[in-house]
């Protein structure tokens, strides 16, 4: 159930609209790298991954989602995975 603040503003609404929505996905869709990678607490590129989300849910592997990658905020982007 999501739970607006009174005096939000109509665009804190709209990013906590999609979040619900990005954590209700989140529960019915299984992926590995989102289990680590996947940044809940970012209010960054909701739209995109509301669509990756959708997609995988939809059983899309994530060869087939253009924004796959973009989404997973935790992601090494230097391509070195290891501390």
Do not use: C, R
């Not at 005096?7 to 999609?18: D, F, G, S, V, W």
């Not at 996947?38 to 059983?59: A, H, P, R, T």
Request: charged share 35%; hydrophobic share 35%.
């Amino acid at each position: 159930m999501l739970i607006v603040p009174e005096n939000a503003t109509k665009e804190e609404i709209k990013i906590l609209e999609k979040k619900d929505i990005i954590q209700n996905l989140l529960m019915k869709v299984y992926d590995p790298l989102f289990t680590q990678f996947f940044d809940e607490d970012s209010n960054e590129l909701l739209d995109e991954k509301i669509d990756v989300l959708n997609q995988l849910f939809n059983g899309k592997t994530p060869d087939e989602i253009e924004h796959y990658y973009d989404v997973l905020e935790l992601y090494p982007k230097d391509g070195n995975m290891w501390d």
